[in-house]
T-cell receptor
Framework: NAGVTQTPKFRVLKTGQSMTLLCAQDMNHEYMYWYRQDPGMGLRLIHYSVGEGTTAKGEVPDGYNVSRLKKQNFLLGLESAAPSQTSVYFC????????????FGPGTRLTVT | GNSVTQMEGPVTLSEEAFLTINCTYTATGYPSLFWYVQYPGEGLQLLLKATKADDKGSNKGFEATYRKETTSFHLEKGSVQVSDSAVYFCALSGVPQGAQKLVFGQGTRLTINP
């Protein structure tokens, strides 16, 4: 039981390049989330999904897109990376209604130069 | 909107000292409250939680009590160890009713010296 895994662990991009971060969970959770962590700001929600085929915007969605084609996977895309997107990205999942505990992946450190 | 405020860090203590990290929240309704811990180079792990007023969450010697009257959820430990060095996040969820999104405080970095 791996829990929540993220790929890749590290990435360096040049401004304007695109990339996709992959999150996978093996707990059969309905809800999945993408957060970014910046120094002194805690974690901020980018996008989330309440089930396969659904996505919704969080607090800081601009510059990102997401897809949830399979229940176990949640992809975060950057179409044209900017230096302001340099951050650590965390994926999380939760069971759904009635339970609010979220389980986090190990994070992806992204640097945009 | 909903928000969480934690005490400013960093916090540095000696081993076996008493720890308090303050957390207060603003929310409409009755949120669930959480403390998450992030060890160096890792993701966040749930440390403890409380889902209603006067509940006490506890784990690994840490405790926090859900105080509705003061809208607080302070984290305490009677005797800290070097291995407790980490960043601690207070968070809330469940408001509006049923909302799954977590709202985090800014985090408090704790360093324990031997």
């Amino acid at each position: 039981n791996a829990g929540v895994t993220q790929t890749p662990k590290f990435r360096v991009l040049k401004t304007g390049q695109s990339m996709t971060l992959l999150c996978a969970q093996d707990m059969n959770h309905e809800y999945m989330y993408w957060y970014r962590q910046d120094p002194g700001m805690g974690l901020r929600l980018i996008h989330y999904s309440v089930g396969e085929g659904t996505t919704a915007k969080g607090e800081v969605p601009d510059g990102y897109n997401v897809s949830r084609l399979k229940k176990q996977n949640f992809l975060l895309g950057l179409e044209s990376a900017a230096p302001s997107q340099t951050s650590v990205y965390f994926c999380a999942s939760s069971r759904g209604s009635g339970t609010y505990e979220q389980y986090f992946g190990p994070g992806t450190r992204l640097t945009v130069t | 909107g909903n928000s969480v405020t934690q005490m400013e860090g960093p916090v540095t203590l000696s081993e076996e000292a008493f720890l308090t990290i303050n957390c207060t929240y603003t929310a409409t309704g009755y949120p669930s409250l959480f403390w998450y811990v992030q060890y160096p180079g890792e993701g966040l792990q749930l440390l403890l939680k409380a889902t209603k007023a006067d509940d006490k969450g506890s784990n690994k010697g840490f405790e926090a009590t859900y105080r509705k009257e003061t809208t607080s959820f302070h984290l305490e430990k009677g005797s800290v160890q070097v291995s407790d060095s980490a960043v601690y996040f207070c968070a809330l969820s469940g408001v509006p009713q049923g909302a799954q999104k977590l709202v985090f405080g800014q985090g408090t970095r704790l360093t324990i010296n031997p």
